[in-house]
């Protein structure tokens, strides 16, 4: 079992998460609260990640973010490093990938919520922060936990956006899937069983343990 | 819904498309993928039978053979992938003088590949020593052979110590030049064919490493055990070590092995 590479997809995984939480919350409230035919395009751009096949997105990131072009060589000079091959490579070309695992959620989440609620509340003179904080969030709990471990689960298993941008740096960007892959692509079959075995049953674990506290949660309001 | 187009429908989905023959199978190494589609025309030409070439690193190759998958000719990259087969009884050589060794059909060549527009030295032995090189591509050393050559050569050179942090390892030879040719790494170490293909001739030069520095690149074919064609199989094997064909793949970046 490689510890280390264990390890570094747990923090990608964490990063990309909070990143994805701050900005599909507030995407999802514009989506569902604003009015406007364009926020129809915002929807569909923020699920259009999911059509493109991994690695050919990997591709584009790593042309995109490269020094061949302005927006690459701007942010290299911000960071005093170029983002492909890096750690801060990998949660950008995370954050992308798994946007549509935060948003959908989110939005089905906020869209069922009462719309008289959201009414009465703009009546009485909340502002888009309030609504969003104490009527949507509060309502739609389930939907932003299902936002939360979908986001966390899809970038543990990224694995073609990794293989493209990443380069295979041990601690820097050898995630836990590539591990995996290069013991089946190498013919370790053993290895890949324990590793995917263990993988399997943590987050069986992690999943079940959370959805059991928020099923609590839910039956007490509902009792 | 009208019932014709449900009929039309569940036709489009669930009934097989006729073909009048099944064709060729062919598992080819990813570094073939430059090369081998008009030698596959070619052949149609001049026997008739239609081959098609899936293309895919050797050791998923391997992987999926073991595993059923219905290909009729292996060509590898190397001899190990293929020799693996035979000692698991799932292909042989046999019409060669050795039916328990790969036919070998062609040789491949290690090069150092750098964009034109590249700021540092071009490419040849003194880049590989430049300590402005920053990032260095080369293919997975566990499975690609072209990776494996890379370290053979990087070892060979005394420089593996030097270099091994600033290696960048792809999945296999293509994505090597891919992190070359998008310019996110400085250079890498890919196979000639690539090298010589319209995309990467146009955007940079090669060096061709020299041949001492790592062990030959020996590419082994077979075919596979349940074959349904191994006439046909037998005849792309023939075809691919004919002259005229050998010549070809000298122009492409392999070694000719005839």
């Known amino acids: 079992m490689d510890w280390q590479a264990f390890a570094l997809s747990l923090r990608l995984a964490t990063v990309t998460t909070a990143i994805l939480l701050a900005i599909s919350v507030p995407l999802s409230s514009l989506i569902v609260l604003g009015r406007g035919r364009w926020l129809a395009a915002v929807e569909a751009l923020a699920t259009l ?39 801060d490579g990998l949660v950008v070309g995370s954050v992308i990938y798994s946007l ?9 989440g906020f869209a069922s919520v009462d719309a008289a609620l959201v009414d009465a509340a703009r009546l009485l003179g909340a502002g888009p922060v309030r609504l969003v904080s104490s009527i949507l969030i509060p309502l739609a709990r389930r939907s932003l936990l299902a936002a939360v471990v979908l986001s966390f689960l899809h970038t543990i298993g990224e694995f073609g956006v990794v293989l493209m941008l990443g380069g295979d740096i041990p601690g820097a960007t050898r995630t836990l899937s590539i591990v995996l892959y290069d013991q089946v692509e190498n013919f370790d079959y053993a290895s890949a069983g324990h590793t995917a075995l263990l993988l399997l049953g943590l987050s069986a674990l992690a999943l079940a343990a959370i959805y059991a506290t928020s099923q609590k949660r839910g039956r007490a309001r509902s009792a | 819904m009208s019932k014709q187009f449900l009929a039309a429908l569940s036709a489009f989905l669930f009934v097989a498309p006729l073909g009048a023959q099944a064709p060729l199978r062919v598992a080819a190494a990813a570094d073939l993928e430059p090369v081998l589609p008009p030698i596959l ?5 001049n026997t008739g039978i239609h081959a098609e070439a899936t293309y895919q690193a050797s ?3 391997t ?9 009729d000719v292996f060509l590898s990259a190397d001899l190990s992938f293929p020799k693996r087969l035979i000692d698991a009884g799932l292909a042989d050589a046999a019409g060669s003088s050795d039916s328990s060794t790969p036919i070998t059909y062609a040789k491949g060549t290690l090069v150092l590949w750098e964009r034109k527009d590249s700021q540092l030295p071009s490419p040849s032995l003194d880049l590989l020593r430049s300590p402005a090189l920053k990032r260095l591509a080369i293919a997975n050393p566990d499975r690609a052979p072209y990776g494996r050559a890379a370290l053979a050569a990087l070892q060979s050179l005394k420089l593996y110590d030097t270099l091994k942090p600033r290696l960048v390892t ?14 996110n790494a400085d250079a890498g170490l890919i196979s ?12 940079g030069s090669y060096f061709v490493i020299p041949r001492d520095l ?8 077979v075919v596979v055990s349940n074959t349904k064609q191994r006439d046909a199989a037998h005849k792309l094997l023939d075809f691919l070590l004919s002259p005229v064909i050998q010549t070809q793949l000298a122009k492409s970046g392999l070694t000719p092995v005839k």
């Open chain 1, 49 to 87: 990640p999911m059509v493109l096949p991994p690695t050919v997105l990997g591709f584009f990131l790593l042309v995109l973010l490269g020094p061949r072009t302005a927006f690459g060589r701007g942010i290299a000079a911000l960071l005093g490093h170029p983002l492909a091959f890096s750690f």
């Open chain 1, 100 to 108: 549509p695992f935060a948003v959908q959620p989110l939005v089905a």
């Open chain 2, 41 to 45: 025309v070619q052949f149609e030409k």
């Open chain 2, 59 to 61: 050791a998923t190759l």
């Open chain 2, 63 to 71: 992987m999926q053979i073991e595993n059923g998958a219905p290909f």
């Open chain 2, 170 to 183: 792809a999945e296999n030879i293509a994505q090597a030049a891919q992190f070359v040719d998008s310019a």
């Open chain 2, 192 to 203: 000639l064919t690539s090298a010589l293909t319209p995309r990467l001739s146009a955007d």
């Open chain 2, 214 to 221: 790592y062990p030959p690149i020996e590419q082994g074919a």
